[in-house]
């Protein structure tokens, strides 16, 4: 492995040979592919997984809520362990971790021990996902970075987009038990990973001679799980437990600026481009994930829809993401990523605006999926060129974390859509009529359907402000100084 020294700290600038690289960048995306996959997998699955598991409501929200809530507080963690003991010998930890716990989620026969397996997930993804993109940014020079990471980011957000189409697969070949497959499909794809990683990566010792954070990676993975819990909590609990979440994480980033090695360098936030593209993440990423996560849910319930009819909505955007986005990435290596940001950003509003104005419609075939359509090409000129700019934004001795925060930030922003809008959703169903099902709940009637309607046009309507807020904060954060 080549190396320079900066200071009294060793930097990897090269994890792999040049001949290696596409091999190494292969195994990032199969490893990560598992992630983004089973991170949205239970969208549609969750009615097949409660059945089969006999769980109850609260159990069965806690299936994906377990997830999201590991992989947010120890994300960071995870990046800057990758630092700091070699980001091959993390990622490749996290792979393994990930098959096994996948193992116990595809035999699991009862809640708890889906809960546990699904939280063991979440910690395997905050070593794996982080450790996926700072392997790629070790391998690669700058000049070609641009486009690795946009393959990379095409098949992560395209494998995300196709969690709930092969949900929808596996239940119309098994309705009882296919959701088992989705989680067995991962043992072929982490094996295949773990050789290409063994097989090709050079030795990486990592920064050996900086001590380890610990009271950081303590105080940032208890921030983000109380703020992540109270998010899922009863309303008066929800405040107390973020009010405590929210004062541990001022705690941990008055430690990260005193302690003489800490996690992160808060000095990475002073870089204009970095601050705003973890700030437009964040827009995008609480947007995209309401929309993914509740429409499936208004459809099936209210506008006769079912589990495979998503993939008429998810499954072509998935494409235009697989297909562009590496064009993507090396037309903003070379015409900067500002305008395939904000335009992107721009299309994924407008999509969502449509489903706010025609939500009351109750047409999934003629307005929902077409609108969904123009979502997924909007994501497909922005994904690259985001992820790209992440990891620009930072020193190659800073990879880790910077994909680390980035992914922190996405994760943040997803458990605040799911929590939020569900409120949202629920308040514009009510204020219809406060006799009924409830929102999420199959049934024909018409003031049911219009409930629904009105409480998804306010989930739709919030993301829509806030894909456009993402456009702006890029459009300010990445233009080119006078």
């Given amino acids: 492995m ?10 990897p600038v090269a994890i792999c040979a040049p001949e290696h690289r596409q091999a190494i960048l292969w195994a990032a995306i199969l490893a990560s592919s598992m992630g983004f996959i089973d991170s949205s997998v239970t969208a549609n699955a969750l009615p097949a997984m409660r059945a089969s598991l006999a769980a109850s409501l609260p159990q069965a929200q806690w299936f ?15 990046g800057a362990l990758g630092d700091r003991f070699g980001t091959a010998r993390g990622f490749g930890m996290g792979i393994i971790l990930f098959v096994v716990s996948s193992l116990g989620c595809a035999l699991a026969i009862s809640p708890a021990t889906m809960i546990v397996a699904r939280g063991l997930q979440g910690v395997a993804a905050a070593l794996m996902v982080p450790g996926s993109m700072a392997i790629i940014g070790r391998a690669f020079p700058r000049e070609e970075r641009g486009a690795a990471l946009g393959l990379w980011a095409a098949a992560s957000i395209a494998t995300a987009s196709a969690g709930p189409i092969l949900a929808g697969l596996c239940l119309m070949v098994d309705p009882v038990s296919g959701w088992r497959w989705i989680f ?14 063994a097989r090709f990566a050079l030795a990486d010792q990592g920064r050996p001679g900086v001590p380890i954070d610990y009271i950081g990676a303590a105080l940032a993975t208890l921030g983000f799980g109380l703020v992540a819990y109270g998010l899922s909590a009863e309303t008066g609990e929800s405040l107390a437990l973020m009010a405590v979440g929210f004062a541990v994480l001022a705690a941990f980033i008055v430690w990260e600026a005193r302690c003489p090695a800490p996690m992160i360098r808060l000095s990475m936030f002073r870089v204009r481009r970095f601050s705003a593209i973890n700030l437009a993440t964040f827009l995008l990423y609480f947007a995209v994930t309401g929309i993914g996560f509740y429409l499936p849910m208004t459809a099936v319930s209210a506008w006769g829809a079912d589990a495979l009819a998503m993939v008429a909505a998810f499954l072509p955007g998935a494409l235009m993401i697989a297909t562009l986005s590496t064009r993507m990435g090396k037309l903003a ?7 395939f ?23 999934y075939w003629t307005r929902a999926v077409p609108l969904m359509w123009l979502s997924g090409f909007g994501m497909a000129l922005l994904v690259a060129p985001l992820t790209t700019v992440v990891m620009t934004s930072a020193t190659d001795a800073d990879q880790g974390a910077a994909s680390g925060i980035n992914n922190a930030v996405a994760r943040a922003a997803s458990l605040l859509a799911i929590a939020l809008m569900g409120r949202m959703a629920a308040s514009g169903y009510g204020a219809i009529g406060a006799d009924m099902p409830g929102f999420g709940v199959i049934a024909a009637t018409p003031a049911h359907i219009a409930a629904t309607g009105a409480g998804f046009s306010h989930i739709a309507g919030l993301a829509a ?16 100084p006078r």
């Fill in 64 to 78: 994906s809520g377990i997830y999201l809530l590991a992989l947010t507080s120890l994300i960071l963690v995870g």
């Fill in 341 to 363: 940001l904000v335009c992107g950003a721009v299309l994924v509003a407008l999509s969502q605006a449509g489903l706010a104005m025609t939500a009351h419609e109750a047409l």
């Fill in 184 to 197: 067995a499909l991962n043992l072929p794809l982490g094996g295949i990973s773990l050789w290409l990683l």
């Fill in 2 to 11: 080549t190396a320079r020294v900066s200071g009294a700290t060793l930097v």
């Fill in 333 to 339: 290596d070379r015409l900067g990523p500002a305008r």
């Fill in 465 to 480: 402000i806030a894909s456009l807020a993402s456009a702006l904060v890029s459009a300010w954060g990445l233009r080119k």
